[in-house]
């Protein structure tokens, strides 16, 4: 901030302050008359940031005069937009579809709050909500979409269903190849001026036909932007560091290149960021080293390196490739733990007791070389085995451990959120070939639980010292939204207690995991909470009931670890300020991925169930009721990793009744019953590519299965959002 803005908002922020035009603040600022130019300069840049808040008559006042919130907004499918507020004392604030105005998804706006008046509080306060004034910044222009023709003019139908209207075009002109009807796009926003009117745009690249061959996995790396080369500049500078590491890298480093040092990854897996090592200290007591690539060695503050891997933010693991946040010289080379080679660490040294609290930690530079590089799978099956070397002793110790910290880390309330994760394998050709199951077994738990003992241990460290840096975050849930989670369970006749206490949490989440109904509702319950982000505030993890946390074991493909390991180990590393805009964007590029790979999956998968479509033999798929409403009922298909809606217009056999006070459909005639948690067979029946969804319908005679009988008993009852989870993926 320099000293005008620094004046500016001394000024605006007087206990008598009256809001003031341009030439009006030349004067109270003392400024000069040529100062202008520079005073419109600097409200621009603080209006823009949302530090300042124009007014009617062009005059200027802090936002919060005005209950005016700058912030970035979330839009969801059905038009609901979700401010996060810059402050991060505010709670979010929900805006309505009809005051949107023209933001966009994850655009920066100005919101006007609502204020009630005064008078009886209700026990659990109502969600703030408020309105779009302004809209600061664009965080997106450029939109993939399918060119159409109209009667008189050409349109383009977005891919992305959070964009409410069609974009109108001229003909495309200049654009490398002629533009077709039908084909896919990438049109510039030019001008959106309301939302009861089209945004207006131009066709600036023509992708090719949707079934041309590339052309969907394309589509997604230019909706999101990702970039697939790196700068001339940066692959120069990845490489000047050469290929092994220098005697001169070691200077100032502990040698652990005689210890027992491990890696456990997926088996596709290239960048090798962790390393673990477990000893027998003395009786009853451990020491376990986590070893953590020490990118911040190779990568430097102000450098082409830097700057490229900030904008990036972290890798995105798309469907069919990976899109590396360094340059593979770097992030499966040099940086990356590989077996049998010297390779530079920054490590969290534990003194563990036998139980697995922690009695000491130590953080210092480190040179390691990995003995052997394992996959979960082969963990896996030497954990069911006897150990036959002392490696896999240590494995077998190591899990015991792990296992124990697991344990007390649930004694203190940290939450069970995980769920099975699928992964799609892809034949040479780009198309699906199989669907993994991937589950969170005692081989990844090994890992995850060392990983997570070293990110509280490096944020508590952090904290201790007063040292600014990015923490991560997971806040508690709104109470309303838990109240309403909380009916729902009731009503369902699922005991349920005060969920504002997390034991109570803690209970219904381990009774859902034993009735046939739990998986249902507690995808319900991840959709009530909150999504974890980076900030420069230690506010806590909700879902891990840690106050002390942050991302420290993970800077190969994520920016926050790098500013962490600079902060922990540097002095000098970023102001407070700067930090605050790091966290900001980074939180917004893990979003922005994490959309990437979900539509990688998805495009992948519509052309794989349009053809069992077209083949006439559709596959049948055993699926979970999840939602039930009056005109079909939704299910979760995990064989497919998808979810989708089984239209009551394509169940033939009854007609079906929508029972609102039990959420419930029965049918007239054969009073069969489908209510949440059900176990059906479906089969795909529509694929819609615009809207992103998928139709399904029962498959052979439409009977459902699973803990209830299907005919009617004469009673109600039964017979992520969350923080990510998963090694690979894991965004914890």
Same mark, same amino acid.
């Given at each position: 901030m320099n000293d005008l803005e620094s004046k500016l908002l001394a000024l605006l922020g007087g206990r008598d302050y009256l809001p003031l035009n341009v030439p009006e603040l030349l004067r109270a600022l003392g400024l000069p008359p040529n100062r202008q130019q520079s005073l419109q300069r600097t409200l621009r840049t603080c209006e823009q940031s949302g530090r300042i808040a124009r007014i009617k008559g062009n005059r200027y006042i802090l936002p919060g005069e005005a209950d005016l919130i700058p912030g970035r907004i979330r839009m969801n499918r059905q038009g609901k937009g979700f401010l996060q507020p810059d402050d991060p004392g505010l709670k979010e604030i929900v805006i309505p579809e009809s005051a949107t105005s023209t933001a966009l998804h994850e655009d920066r706006v100005l919101v006007r709050r609502d204020v009630r008046p005064k008078g009886l509080r209700p026990d659990v306060p109502p969600p703030a909500t408020g309105s779009v004034v302004r809209i600061l910044e664009r965080q997106r222009k450029h939109f993939v979409g399918t060119l159409q023709r109209g009667r008189q003019f050409l349109f383009v139908i977005p891919d992305d269903p959070r964009m409410p209207h069609d974009f109108y075009v001229p003909e495309p002109r200049d654009v490398g190849r002629p533009a077709r009807v039908g084909d896919k796009v990438v049109v510039e926003l030019r001008a959106w001026e309301s939302r009861h009117t089209n945004p207006e745009g131009e066709v600036i690249e023509v992708l090719g036909a949707p079934d041309e061959e590339g052309v969907d996995m394309l589509s997604v790396l230019r909706q999101y932007n990702l970039s697939l080369h790196f700068p001339k500049k940066v692959l120069q500078e990845a490489r000047a560091h050469g290929t092994t590491v220098q005697p001169a890298d070691l200077s100032g480093r502990e040698d652990c290149r005689k210890h027992r040092v491990i890696t456990i990854d997926p088996d596709d897996a290239k960048d090798f960021d962790d390393a673990i090592c477990l000893e027998k200290a003395s009786a009853g007591q451990w020491k376990l080293w986590v070893h953590i690539a020490d990118v911040s060695h190779y990568v430097s503050p102000g450098t082409a390196l830097d700057d490229e891997a900030r904008r990036r933010g972290n890798s995105t693991y798309l469907v069919d490739r990976v899109i590396p946040m360094l340059p593979e010289a770097l992030s499966n080379e040099l940086c990356s733990l590989k077996p049998r080679v010297d390779r530079l660490t920054k490590c969290v040294e534990f003194l563990l007791a036998g139980d697995g609290r922690v009695l000491k930690t130590r953080f210092y530079p480190a040179v390691i070389h990995s003995q052997r590089r394992f996959s979960y799978r082969e963990v896996l099956e030497l954990l069911q085995g006897k150990p036959a070397d002392p490696i896999e002793r240590m494995l077998h110790d190591a899990n015991q451990l792990a296992q124990r910290i697991?344990?007390?880390?649930?004694?203190?309330?940290?939450?069970?959120?995980?769920?099975?994760?699928?992964?799609?394998?892809?034949?040479? %050709?780009?198309?699906?070939?199989?669907?993994?199951?991937?589950?969170?077994?005692?081989?990844? %738990?090994?890992? +995850?639980?060392?990983?997570?003992?070293?990110?509280?241990?490096?944020?508590?460290?952090?904290?201790? &010292?007063?040292?600014?840096?990015?923490?991560?975050?997971?806040?508690?849930?709104?109470?309303?939204?838990? &109240?309403?989670?909380?009916?729902?369970?009731?009503?369902?006749?699922?005991?349920?207690?005060?969920?504002?206490?997390?034991?109570?949490?803690?209970?219904?989440?381990?009774?859902?995991?034993?009735?046939?109904?739990?998986?249902?509702?507690?995808?319900?319950?991840?959709?009530?909470?909150?999504?974890?982000?980076?900030?420069?505030?230690?506010? #806590?993890?909700?879902?891990?009931?840690?106050?002390?946390?942050?991302?420290?074991?993970?800077?190969?493909?994520?920016?926050?670890?790098?500013?962490?390991?600079?902060?922990?180990?540097?002095?000098?590393?970023?102001?407070?300020?700067?930090?605050?805009?790091?966290?900001?964007?980074?939180? #917004?590029?893990?979003?922005?991925?994490?959309?990437?790979?979900?539509?990688?999956?998805?495009?992948?998968?519509?052309?794989?169930?349009?053809?069992?479509?077209?083949?006439?033999?559709?596959?049948?798929?055993?699926?979970?009721?999840?939602?039930?409403?009056?005109?079909?009922?939704?299910?979760?298909?995990?064989?497919?990793?998808?979810?989708?809606?089984?239209?009551?217009?394509?169940?033939?056999?009854?007609?079906?009744?929508?029972?609102?006070?039990?959420?419930?459909?029965?049918?007239?005639?054969?009073?069969?019953?489908?209510?949440?948690?059900?176990?059906? +067979?479906?089969?795909?029946?529509?694929?819609?590519?615009?809207?992103?969804?998928?139709?399904?319908?029962?498959?052979?005679?439409?009977?459902?299965?699973?803990?209830?009988?299907?005919?009617? %008993?004469?009673?109600?009852?039964?017979?992520?959002?969350?923080?990510?989870?998963?090694?690979?993926?894991?965004?914890?």
């Open positions: 697991r344990r007390q880390r649930f004694k203190a309330g940290s939450l069970e959120l995980d769920f099975p994760e699928r992964k799609i394998r892809l034949d040479e %050709q780009g198309q699906v070939a199989c669907i993994e199951k991937v589950e969170n077994d005692i081989s990844h %738990q090994l890992i +995850e639980e060392f990983m997570l003992l070293a990110n509280e241990a490096v944020a508590t460290r952090l904290m201790q &010292q007063n040292i600014a840096a990015v923490y991560r975050v997971h806040e508690e849930p709104d109470e309303k939204r838990l &109240q309403e989670y909380r009916e729902e369970v009731l009503g369902h006749n699922v005991a349920c207690g005060n969920l504002r206490q997390r034991s109570e949490i803690q209970k219904l989440l381990r009774k859902l995991g034993t009735i046939s109904i739990g998986p249902a509702l507690k995808i319900g319950f991840l959709k009530s909470l909150m999504r974890a982000r980076y900030a420069v505030e230690p506010l #806590g993890h909700y879902g891990l009931a840690k106050k002390r946390y942050t991302h420290f074991t993970s800077p190969i493909r994520r920016y926050a670890d790098l500013v962490v390991h600079r902060a922990l180990f540097q002095k000098h590393h970023g102001a407070t300020q700067s930090l605050r805009e790091i966290a900001e964007h980074i939180s #917004g590029t893990e979003r922005n991925s994490a959309d990437a790979e979900r539509d990688s999956k998805d495009v992948k998968m519509f052309a794989y169930l349009k053809g069992q479509i077209a083949s006439g033999r559709p596959e049948r798929y055993s699926a979970l009721v999840t939602d039930v409403r009056n005109f079909g009922f939704f299910v979760d298909v995990p064989g497919l990793a998808m979810s989708g809606l089984v239209p009551l217009s394509t169940v033939a056999d009854d007609f079906y009744a929508f029972d609102v006070q039990r959420s419930l459909l029965v049918g007239r005639r054969t009073r069969r019953v489908i209510r949440l948690g059900d176990q059906v +067979e479906v089969q795909v029946s529509k694929v819609d590519s615009f809207k992103k969804q998928v139709d399904f319908q029962l498959a052979g005679d439409g009977k459902t299965s699973g803990g209830r009988g299907r005919r009617r %008993q004469g009673r109600g009852g039964q017979s992520d959002r969350r923080p990510a989870a998963g090694r690979r993926r894991r965004r914890r």
